[in-house]
Nanobody, 123 residues
Framework: VQLQASGGGLVQAGGSLRLTCATS????????MGWFRQAPGKEREFVAA????????YYADSVKGRFTISRDNAKNTVYLQMNSLKPEDTAVYYC?????????????????WGQGTLVTVSS
């Protein structure tokens, strides 16, 4: 499975971006998916996750109410809609495939990772 994250860029505080995680190779439709981010000098942290069907989602407290994760299994694609962006959201954002159908906040439970896309929020 190859994951390709895109949609990052420079945006002013309060703005919005939509990240896309396109996949190739094996399908992701039976697997949970997640988004993580890593700011300079910090560890990679959980952002959002979604179960295989899209019926269950989970968010980090820092993004709850502002970010929305979704998926289109027919297109093997996962999205992260980011609204009301803050400077502290600046990071490289990674999508990842979990090793089973549920969702998780733990990095160790994700076995395939994309290359990341940079999001920069200016104040």
């Amino acid at each position: 499975v190859q994951l390709q994250a895109s949609g990052g860029g420079l945006v002013q505080a309060g703005g919005s971006l939509r990240l896309t995680c396109a996949t190739s190779g094996r399908t992701i439709r039976r697997y949970g998916m997640g988004w993580f981010r890593q700011a300079p000098g910090k560890e990679r942290e959980f952002v959002a996750a979604i179960s295989w069907s899209g019926g269950s989602t989970y968010y980090a407290d820092s993004v709850k109410g502002r970010f929305t994760i979704s998926r289109d299994n027919a297109k093997n694609t996962v999205y992260l809609q980011m609204n009301s962006l803050k400077p502290e959201d600046t990071a490289v954002y990674y999508c990842a495939r979990k090793w089973d159908s549920s969702y998780s906040t733990s990095r160790e439970e994700y076995d395939y990772w994309g290359q990341g896309t940079l999001v920069t929020v200016s104040s």
